[in-house]
Structures are given as C-alpha cells and as structure tokens.
C-alpha cells in the first residue's frame, strides 16, 4: 500500500460524489483527481482539502459533453503520471423526470442517455491507457434497483431507468471485452441528495462507507456483476 491508489470519480461536486472523495481522502493512500462540470463553483469540493490525508486534484468533466471528456486526459495525464489509475468511479448521473413509457420525453431521453450511458462508456475508452497502467483496474458504473427488470419495481422514472439497464449492459460488455479489469455495478441505495428526493431512506455517509467496503475489496472473480450497497447481488 505505500504506492497508494488512484482515483478518478464523476460527478464530485454534491451528493455521493462528494462524499466518496471526502471518505477516500481521509487515507493517505489515496489519490483523488475528483471531476465536476463547474469546478469553480464546487466550493464543497475544494473545501475538502482542508485536513486532507490523500490527495486531491479537480478537474472538469462535463459526462455529457465529449470535448470536455477527452480534454480532461491530458490533464489527468499529468497529474498522475506513470501511477496510471487503479480505480475509475463513473458516479454523474441525471434524472430530469419520474415519467413513464407513454409519456416521455424525447428530448429528455436524449440527454438523459447521454449522460448516463454514453458519458461512462466514453470516459471508460478515453481513460483506458491509464486504466492500464494501474495496479487494481477497477470501473464501477453507479446504477441503480430501478434498472433492476428482476426486481420489477413498477412504471416510475422511465426514462432513468432505461437508461441504468442501458449501462448494466455496458458493464457486461466491458467485463467480456477487457476479463483482466474488474468491472461492476452498484447500486448506492436510496440516499439523501438532490436526485434522490424527498423520503430517501439513507444518508451519504452511511450508504458510501458501505460503497466502499465492497468496491476496495473487489476481486476479479466480481467482475460483471451488480451489487447492492450492502453487497448484495442484484438481478439484472
């Protein structure tokens, strides 16, 4: 563990994301390059650094701008250099509406997969140089029970949850293309930020601390599975 680990997380600027920086950065193994679509404006984030044990980098990413995404290697190129990167958290998501099949928008829908399917998939192909250059080869896609069709949880929010079964996908052709990576899905629960509403069960600290458990002791025999924060598997 002297060398540390290296991090690259979407979507750090609220909520899960930031939480998951803040948590790593209390180790001093941990390097966190923590990435937002306005870092100027993540006062949050940057306040992290404040009794920080890890390391912390911010960098711009916007998941549903594609310049954006691979302007960004360069710069975490650079900042991490021949470390590579052990661990890439693809946690940015939307969900603009609780629609239903009949009734969605397809404007919606088009930014919605976006940002929650194409933004991964080609944050996943533009770090891939770095991802191999790391020690644990870690991806986990953030989903969710919504995109679960076993556990059927009935019509609401549409167009999201498409969109999760859309990236369990993804992470089952990535496992498949690359069997040397860990790759897997997580759902973080029903947890109280901004996406999850009002009657959200769970508080951040709680549902990362678990998130955590199970992503920094992942073994390759995990890879293309999807995991419950509390480590169980969910059916696809």
Not at 8 to 31: C, F, H, K, M, Y
Not at 65 to 82: C, M, N, T, Y
Not at 114 to 137: D, H, S
């Amino acid at each position: 563990m002297a060398e540390g680990y290296t991090w690259l997380i979407t979507g750090t600027s609220r909520g899960i994301g930031l939480e998951l920086t803040r948590q790593l950065l209390a180790d001093p193994v941990n390097t966190v390059v923590a990435t937002c679509r306005n870092p100027d404006k993540a006062c949050d984030l940057h306040a992290l650094k404040d009794g920080a044990k890890g390391t912390l980098y911010v960098v711009r990413i916007d998941v549903a701008d594609e310049a954006s995404i691979r302007d960004s290697f360069k710069v975490v190129e650079q900042l991490i250099g021949d470390k590579g990167l052990d661990y890439l958290y693809n946690n940015a998501a939307i969900n603009e509406a609780d629609d239903r099949a009949f009734n969605f928008s397809p404007a919606v829908a088009t930014r919605t997969f976006q940002a929650n399917v194409l933004g991964p998939a080609l944050i996943a192909q533009t770090y891939l140089p770095l991802l191999e250059k790391g020690t644990r080869k870690v991806i986990v896609n953030m989903s969710s029970g919504l995109a679960s069709i076993g556990l059927g949880l009935g019509p609401k929010c549409a167009t999201y949850s498409i969109s999760k079964t859309a990236l369990n996908m993804l992470t089952h052709k990535q496992k498949a293309e690359r069997p040397d990576f860990t790759v897997i899905v997580l759902d973080p629960g029903w947890v109280k930020t901004e996406m999850g509403g009002e009657g959200a069960m769970l508080e951040p600290e709680f549902s990362v601390s678990h998130i955590l458990k199970i992503v920094t002791n992942l073994t390759n025999k995990e890879s293309g599975k999807f995991f419950s924060y509390k480590g169980e598997e969910i059916p696809w």
